[in-house]
Each structure stands twice: as structure tokens, then as C-alpha cells.
Nanobody
């Protein structure tokens, strides 16, 4: 069974930076086998895809974070990262990492079967 655990959230002022981490664990599981993504959900809103990375390290981002966020993986440590720069108050949300072996390079939440518990990001003006 794949397990995902996020960390790195916190409270920052607008313009600041945070780096989120997501550790993938489980006997015999390696991040190289999975399509990975970051999603976020603000209060009263639907969960939206933020960034995704495929097995060949191709990337995709939602328009609102392009140029500010960077998704990456450490295949040795089985960690997914999201570097977030120039943060805005509208980036405030619970951030979740997701994984699936067959999702494709996708920001569609329905394509991912494994989810972490989330880490809160709060950006103040």
C-alpha cells in the first residue's frame, strides 16, 4: 500500500516562499513508477490541480502558478517537492500530494488513487 505524507506548510507573508515535501513510502514502491501531482483546496472551493510530473519528468502547471511554482522529485529519496515562490494570498489552501501509476500527466483529481493528508499553506497580505 502506497503512503504519502506531506510537510513544509506554514504561514508566510505575500511575496514569500515555501517548499512542500511529500514522501512516498510502502514496501517495494518507488516514486519512479508513479505519476505525481500537487493539488490544493481552499475553504468552500473544489480541490484543484496545481502541478504534475510524469515518469519522464515532464511537467504541467495550472496557469495561476506558472512561473512561481516548481514541481520536482528526488527519485533516490522518494520525495516529491513543490517549490512555491512569490506567494499570494490566493494561494492559501490545504495542499495535497497525489500519486497513481496510470494517471498520465494530469491535473484531474479523478485520475489519482493515492492521497496524502495535506499540509496547510496560509499567505497573508
Amino acid at each position: 500500500q502506497v503512503q504519502l505524507v506531506e510537510s513544509g506548510g506554514g504561514s508566510v507573508q505575500a511575496g514569500g516562499s515555501l517548499r512542500l515535501s511529500c514522501v512516498l513510502s510502502g514496501y517495494g514502491y518507488t516514486i519512479s513508477l508513479y505519476y505525481m501531482a500537487w493539488f490544493r483546496q481552499a475553504p468552500g472551493k473544489e480541490r484543484e490541480g496545481v502541478a504534475a510530473i510524469d515518469k519522464a519528468d515532464r511537467l504541467t502547471y495550472t496557469n495561476s502558478v506558472k512561473g512561481r511554482f516548481t514541481i520536482s522529485t528526488d527519485k533516490v529519496k522518494n520525495i516529491l517537492y513543490l517549490q512555491m515562490n512569490s506567494l499570494k494570498p490566493e494561494d492559501t489552501a490545504m495542499y495535497y500530494c497525489a500519486a497513481d501509476r496510470w494517471a498520465g500527466l494530469s491535473l484531474d483529481r479523478s485520475r489519482y488513487n493515492y492521497w496524502g493528508q495535506g499540509t496547510q499553506v496560509t499567505v497573508s497580505a
